[in-house]
């Protein structure tokens, strides 16, 4: 196997040659890696391009963000999910204003005191940002390393995890600029070395690999097992008034924490038009049942069923807030919410 200075050269090589132009790319700050990096996790690349450029002109530092009411900060946020990193990333900014002076930090020790930054993103911040010498591993980063060394351990499993935390140190510390190594690796796992099958015939460090050698970089690493999903029914109530929509905030836990819904009755199993009329609050004079579709989280599969209710004039809804359609623009609410507001229109 070729050694760690070796491997390091090729990726930074071969990443000049082939980055992708993303956005975050462009100008480099600790700032916008901080907000990439938050807006990277589990979301796909194409949908952070869309977002990362309206969020940066609105909160183009620390200050304008810490500042900023938190229901905007969720509505720029919006397309992009898991919002609880939103949240934090709030939180970061408002601590970088307290502790730092509105500069984000770029030493590892102070990116993670920040809230939701861990390892990775602090790695990622520091040797992104300001070139200093330390490790990232995440999962393209962690497949690379894997099939590097034919390591054929279930990545999820503590000894994994701690060998390619030990790699990747060993490779930037060989690396001549730990910002084109640590980009280099992620975006060699991103376009080349993907999961499934990888396309070694344009990998730069193909000749050191031991799984090509081996023949097994298809089966390493393993297979995950397929999460266990819970199953549940969201039954969504779409009441209109003199062109308002009647809406309400969701709690400040659990899923979509905090964001805003068409009254909406949850239940382990799917419930009858009657049914969702008692127990949705609100004195309907009539439902009709629209379409269902499902919307798949990590952990939830979630079963979303449509109805359109009615209420008679001079009824008070008791609940909720009457939006207007400028107010809903503003509103954040989760793409579940859209694609309801979809199949009332239609
Ligand atoms: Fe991945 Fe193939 Fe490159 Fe090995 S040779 S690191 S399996 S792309």
């Given at each position: 196997m070729a050694s760690p200075g070796q491997q390091s050269q090729r990726i930074e090589a071969w990443f000049l040659e082939n980055r992708r132009t993303l956005p975050w790319r462009t100008r480099r700050s600790a700032w916008r890696s901080l907000v990439s990096e938050l807006m990277l996790q589990q979301t796909q690349v194409a949908r952070v391009v869309e977002k990362f450029i309206p969020f940066m002109e609105r909160f183009p530092d620390p200050a304008s963000l810490a500042a900023a009411d938190e229901q905007e900060v969720l509505a720029m946020w919006?397309?992009?999910?898991?919002y609880r990193r939103a949240r934090n990333l709030k939180r970061s900014a408002e601590y970088i204003v307290q502790h730092f002076g509105g500069r984000t930090p770029l030493d590892v020790d102070d990116l993670l005191q920040l809230p939701g930054v861990g390892r990775y993103t602090a790695g990622a911040v520091a040797s992104i940002a300001g070139r200093r010498r330390v490790p990232i591993v995440d999962g393209n980063v962690q497949r690379v390393l894997a099939r590097l060394h034919a390591d054929d351990a279930d990545p999820s499993s503590r000894d994994a995890i701690d060998r390619a935390w030990q790699r990747a140190g060993a490779l930037v510390e060989a690396c001549d600029r730990p910002d084109h190594l640590n980009e280099g690796l992620m975006e060699l796992g991103a376009l080349v070395c993907t999961p499934g099958v990888p396309d070694c015939g344009t990998c730069p460090v193909a000749s050191g690999c031991s799984a090509k050698r081996s023949g097994r970089q298809g089966r390493i690493p393993p297979p995950k097992r397929a999460a266990i999903k819970i199953e549940v029914h969201h039954h969504a109530v779409v009441i209109k008034r003199k062109g308002r929509l009647l809406m309400e905030q969701r709690g400040d836990d659990g899923i979509w924490a905090g964001l805003w819904q068409v009254p909406t009755v949850e239940s382990k199993r799917k419930l009858v038009p009657s049914q969702v009329q008692r127990r949705c609050g609100i004195e309907l004079a009539g439902i009709d049942r629209l379409g269902s579709f499902t919307h798949v989280l990590s952990h939830r599969r979630i079963h979303v069923h449509v109805f359109r209710g009615s209420i008679a004039a001079g009824?008070?809804?008791?609940?909720g807030t009457w939006c207007t359609s400028s107010q809903m623009e503003r509103l954040p609410v989760s793409n579940a919410v859209v694609r309801i507001l979809e199949v009332a229109r239609t």
């Amino acid at each position: 196997m070729a050694s760690p200075g070796q491997q390091s050269q090729r990726i930074e090589a071969w990443f000049l040659e082939n980055r992708r132009t993303l956005p975050w790319r462009t100008r480099r700050s600790a700032w916008r890696s901080l907000v990439s990096e938050l807006m990277l996790q589990q979301t796909q690349v194409a949908r952070v391009v869309e977002k990362f450029i309206p969020f940066m002109e609105r909160f183009p530092d620390p200050a304008s963000l810490a500042a900023a009411d938190e229901q905007e900060v969720l509505a720029m946020w919006q397309g992009l999910g898991y919002y609880r990193r939103a949240r934090n990333l709030k939180r970061s900014a408002e601590y970088i204003v307290q502790h730092f002076g509105g500069r984000t930090p770029l030493d590892v020790d102070d990116l993670l005191q920040l809230p939701g930054v861990g390892r990775y993103t602090a790695g990622a911040v520091a040797s992104i940002a300001g070139r200093r010498r330390v490790p990232i591993v995440d999962g393209n980063v962690q497949r690379v390393l894997a099939r590097l060394h034919a390591d054929d351990a279930d990545p999820s499993s503590r000894d994994a995890i701690d060998r390619a935390w030990q790699r990747a140190g060993a490779l930037v510390e060989a690396c001549d600029r730990p910002d084109h190594l640590n980009e280099g690796l992620m975006e060699l796992g991103a376009l080349v070395c993907t999961p499934g099958v990888p396309d070694c015939g344009t990998c730069p460090v193909a000749s050191g690999c031991s799984a090509k050698r081996s023949g097994r970089q298809g089966r390493i690493p393993p297979p995950k097992r397929a999460a266990i999903k819970i199953e549940v029914h969201h039954h969504a109530v779409v009441i209109k008034r003199k062109g308002r929509l009647l809406m309400e905030q969701r709690g400040d836990d659990g899923i979509w924490a905090g964001l805003w819904q068409v009254p909406t009755v949850e239940s382990k199993r799917k419930l009858v038009p009657s049914q969702v009329q008692r127990r949705c609050g609100i004195e309907l004079a009539g439902i009709d049942r629209l379409g269902s579709f499902t919307h798949v989280l990590s952990h939830r599969r979630i079963h979303v069923h449509v109805f359109r209710g009615s209420i008679a004039a001079g009824v008070r809804a008791g609940v909720g807030t009457w939006c207007t359609s400028s107010q809903m623009e503003r509103l954040p609410v989760s793409n579940a919410v859209v694609r309801i507001l979809e199949v009332a229109r239609t």
